[in-house]
């Protein structure tokens, strides 16, 4: 077994938001809303990059930024969600442990633009809230500016068929758009869900 297949079955054992959409071995625990496979080579690219520091746009119960810092144990982490999903009431117990700052509301709007100028810069920031096309390009704009010299921005669900619209935006960058360049995608075998990784 490779190191990645080890990585995978642990995030395995952590637990999945939902069997149907996300895949897993069971539902519940960090309640993660990734693809075990996915995200097991998401950490294995971030540990050959060194990345330090951590801001998860929509994090709902926090399960991904709980198995993202569990391998990768970040010196700064901030989580942004706005709280509306049923799951983000899970997210004070699943990231108990877990350093981290939280900024609730509208990850758009001024005052959370106030709350990361701030904290910035981040080698990562992931991008998994608003899946429309003006929210997810906004997002980009929005916090370019806060990545670090070498970071990076992950972007979930660039092949996943409900959401086209991140699919575009995916499709856009890789047509030379948006001053971002591809660094990377990471696409499971079934083709679903997918997260692209793009740089300044
Ligand atoms: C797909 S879930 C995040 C899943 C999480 N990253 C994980 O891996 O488990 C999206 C989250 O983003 C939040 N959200 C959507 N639009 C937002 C916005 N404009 N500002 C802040 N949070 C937002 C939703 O309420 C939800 O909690």
Redesign the pocket.
């Known amino acids: 077994m490779t190191w990645i297949e080890e990585v995978k079955d642990d995030i395995l054992s952590m637990g999945s ?1 939902n069997l149907a959409r996300f895949g897993g071995s069971f539902a519940g625990g ?5 693809d075990p496979m996915e995200y097991a080579r998401l950490i294995d690219f971030l540990i050959k990059r060194k990345s330090k520091s951590y801001l ?10 709980y198995a993202l810092n569990k391998y990768l144990k970040f010196n700064k982490i901030v989580v ?6 049923s ?2 009431h899970l997210r004070s117990e699943i990231l108990k442990d877990v350093k981290h700052e939280e900024f609730i ?5 001024k005052e ?1 633009m106030k709350f990361i100028e701030s904290r910035a810069p981040f080698d990562v920031i ?1 991008i ?4 429309t096309y003006k ?1 997810t390009l906004t997002f980009l704009i929005q916090y370019k500016k806060f990545l670090s010299e070498n970071g990076i921005f992950v972007l ?1 669900n660039i092949t996943e068929s409900s959401c086209s619209q991140v699919i575009k935006v995916d499709k856009e960058i890789e047509g030379g758009a948006h001053e971002l360049k591809i660094v990377d995608r990471i696409i499971s075998t079934n083709g679903r869900l997918g997260l692209g990784i793009y740089s300044r």
């Open positions: 938001d960090i309640h993660l809303q990734k998860e746009i929509g994090s709902a119960a926090g399960g991904g930024c942004m969600d706005d709280n509306k999903h799951k983000s509301g509208d990850a758009h709007s959370a992931l998994d809230a608003d899946q929210g979930h």
